[in-house]
């Protein structure tokens, strides 16, 4: 084992060995789920505080499960809106968390990069459960693990990444990711929805959406935000979904062993059509069940390995 | 009352003159130039062998704050920290509160800097009626008053037929109209420059290009009106281009440039550090490469810090939400003198133009040489003396620099303004005298 590591805060920092580990833990960690009784000793008096400062529900119920049956301690503790609308800083308010002595924060944030200003400043292991349009390390990671179980490796697959890219902490993840695990990546999407400087991220980039999956091993769709629409980046939903949705006979160019990801929530009948999110290449529902045990993982690096 | 600067290098690009002379100072103007000057009986001496004297360097483009964000800064702590950094007049720009739109608030900054100010306060009256884009200010009561150009810096004037007025309407005062260029809906939400670096970092990004449009539509509004249009802080290669193209073909245009947007890339806002957060937004290498070039051949006519305090409270958090700007008045001769000159990238009498005859043509101020009758306006540096920028010892009321912890050689060690110390004390004493 190397981790040394004080926070998990992006996948652009993790070199090969230490998204291995991550992987390892995580694949030993999913046979707690099968058992009986869900629950591990191995993080007894430690304390996790979920600090969600955006609504979610999947990561944040995965992270309270991994807390959970690692028998963590877990506060979830969740701020509507801004920390500006709620008259405390971000600082003070993680400061007064951190004066009740926790051994992670998890936290999520709209704020590209809050969480590194809190890794900065609290003593605490942090780990960034999403923070804007920048990073969401542990969908990458267990996007990653998703893909080597029903692959059984990761080196040399190709994976196309398709949608709002430019606004998609998970892409970013994924890309840094999959390309430090040796995975050549594709994205694709309308013009408006890739991000400046994207091919200098050592992705293709491509406009054609039969082009990009042709060949893919992996098709992870990305969730089209409805505010993207009145912002002006695509004309209607309609034309998304007819362009861009991934629908049966879309699947019809593509390898017959693919495997159809999305980090969900799915808008049924715009990027996915019902059919192919519950169709036999559909592999989300196995990312929701190893994204509790690479959430496990995580926390046990952080804060069990350590020793007590 | 006389003075006696000995022994100096003497650069004063004005005059082109550049070489060891004395320099006499009587009753706060200059009385004469030359080498082995006697000092008249009594007079005080500052021996600055070895230490370079040039005219007392101006920077036309600071936030004093004051009326109103005294929080950020006074016009007392502005004008210590341009005197601490070399400076010995300073253009305030009118983005305070009330806004400075007409003769009360301008008469207001005059009087008090009369008083409280250590350095020259020239101040920058609003083009449009509370910086709103769509009246004229009371210009020509202002010029009277004492207003040196007229600018909405802080916002871009977006409405082209606004601005074609605002420019015709200044032509009978001779004084410029200062362009902050940023075309609003290209820049969007950017909070940074947009490239490799923004999409890494998940920041929403502006693309160079906004800056670009409306450079370009300012250039044919100055060709349409024969106004004298000044462009800002100017930080990217097509604006750059559009500039030198422009004084090519005869049209009244300046730029000013800021010392971080000479030195610094968007590479630096990588730990999401709110101090590396400025309108416009740090820029690329080849930005940054061709602001350098074209401050060099002249394209550029000074260097400007664009001297923004904010308060840790408008600064501290998440870095979207922060504040645009920082405080350059007390690092940008230091940090130039070392990483451009120093490193050989620029030499001194350039930058030393840049400073001084450079910003006073533009906005035909008194000083920027040393000219005999001129005020004796005089700024004198050390190109051996060591420096580290440590915030908490900056004059500015607020800390907001983006060069926290940088160090290197070379600093202003004393400012005169009238012949008189700005600060009460300066590396370079000053010896003998009556008081």
Redesign the interface.
Known sequence: MTWKRKDLLSM?DLEAGEIRDVLDTAESMKEIATREIKKVPTLRGKTVVNLFYESSTRTRTSFEIAGKWLSADVINFSASG???EKGE???DTAKNIEAMSPDVVVVR?K????P??LARNLRCAVVNAG?????HPTQALLDLLTIREKKGHLEGLNVTIVGDVAHS?VA?SDIHGMKTMGITVTVAGPPTLI????Q??GVKVSHRLEEAIAHADVIMMLRLQHERMTAGFIPSLREYSRVWGLSPDKLKHCRSDVLIMHPGPVNRGVELSPEVADGPYSVILDQVTNGVAVRMAVLYLLAGSKGA | MSLLIKGGRVIDPWNGVDGVQDVLVIDGTIAKLGVGLKAPEGGAVVDATGNVVCPGFIDIHVHLREPGFEYKETIATGTRAAAAGGFTAVACMANTFPVNDNRAVTDFILAKARVEGCVRVYPIGAATRGLKGDELAEMGEQAEAGCVAFSDDGKCVMNAEVYRRAMEYALPFGVPIISHAEDCHLAHRGVMN???V????????Q?ATAEDVMVARDILLAELTGAHLHIAHISTAGAVRMVRDARARGVRVTAEVTPHHLVMTDEAVR??DSNTKMAPPLRGKRDVEACLEALTDGTLDCVATDHAPHALSDK??????AANGVVGLETAVPVLLDRLVRQGRLDLPTLVARFTAGPARLLNLPGGRLSVGAPADITVLDLERAWTVEPRHLLSRSKNTPFAGWSGTGAPVLALVGGKPALPSYPLAISGGAA
């Open positions: 652009q801004s920390s500006a800083s971000l600082l944030h704020a590209s990069g809050a590194a200003m923070d804007g349009a920048h990073e902490r970013r991000p400046a400087a994207c200098e991220l | 947009e490239g490799l923004s999409t890494e970092l998940g920041l929403a990004g693309p730990d999401y501290e958090g998440e870095f979207a939400e």
